[in-house]
């Protein structure tokens, strides 16, 4: 079975300090990790996403994830937090080479920089 | 950029009525799902519709849900008869079986349709 978990429901961030966002997994195989973000009244968009390679995978608006598969983490970062960036986060997991795969979200973390 | 469309934004039903949410996926997407969000909660995989079936479906899809995709472009989750639990925000998604064996397409969502249930 596969999920994820987001142990931080709120993150609190100065704007211009670096944010992490933590993410943790667990699937049978290989993992494919996505990073999505939702807006107030929105839906979900795509930020970034983990299938093979380099461990530090880059995505939208600046933000990047570095995927361990010791410690089965993923968590997002970025260097330099904006205002902007205030949002609800959520970790994801789905089955690779799968044609029809589900994902599974985790819980979500609400990320908040302040001025 | 192309995107998943979902109608209407908000749906406020009886307890007890049926509800059809609409959604218009990516026209060159051939998967399809619904996913739902109750507040303050976490997104939940509802179903997966491929080549005019179903290709999996969570506990929560139970009789009372159905899918259907009338035509070329419409895909659509009824609920047979709706609880006061059925309140959520519900998701459409698509996704491009053409980059299948890359696995590097996500699925696209929807902005989302809030149904109330009173």
């Known amino acids: 079975a596969q999920s994820v978990a987001q142990p931080e429901d709120q993150v609190n961030v100065a704007e211009g300090n670096p944010l992490t966002v933590k993410c943790t997994y667990s699937?049978?195989?290989?993992?494919?990790l996505f990073w999505y973000v939702q807006y107030p009244n929105r839906g979900l968009q795509f930020l970034l996403k983990?299938?093979?390679?380099?461990?530090l995978v880059k995505g939208s608006y600046g933000f990047e994830a570095e995927f361990n598969k010791s410690q089965t983490s993923f968590h997002l970062k970025k260097p330099s937090a904006l205002v902007s960036d205030s949002a609800l986060y959520f970790c994801?997991?789905?089955?690779?080479?799968?044609?029809?795969?589900?994902?599974?979200f985790g819980s979500g973390t609400r990320l908040s920089i302040r001025p | 950029e192309p995107e998943v469309t979902q109608t209407p934004s908000h749906q406020v039903t009886q307890m007890g009525q049926e509800v059809i949410l609409r959604c218009v996926p990516i026209?060159?997407?051939?998967?399809f799902y619904w996913y739902r969000q109750i507040l303050g909660q976490k997104v939940e995989f509802l179903v997966s519709?491929?080549?005019?079936?179903?290709?999996?479906k969570s506990e929560i899809f139970d009789d009372q849900f159905s899918v259907e995709r009338p035509d070329g472009s419409n895909f659509t989750l009824k609920i047979r008869s709706t609880k006061l639990e059925d309140s959520a925000m519900y998701f459409c998604?698509?996704?491009?079986?053409?980059?299948?064996?890359?696995?590097?397409?996500?699925?696209?969502f929807g902005d989302g349709t809030r149904l109330s249930i009173l």
């Open positions: 998604a698509s996704s491009d079986p053409e980059n299948r064996a890359h696995s590097n397409q996500p699925q696209h």
């Open positions: 699937v049978s195989g290989n993992p494919y």
């Open positions: 983990y299938i093979t390679g380099d461990n």
């Open positions: 994801a997991v789905s089955r690779l080479y799968s044609s029809a795969s589900k994902i599974i």
């Open positions: 026209s060159n997407h051939l998967y």
């Open positions: 519709f491929y080549n005019n079936e179903i290709s999996e």
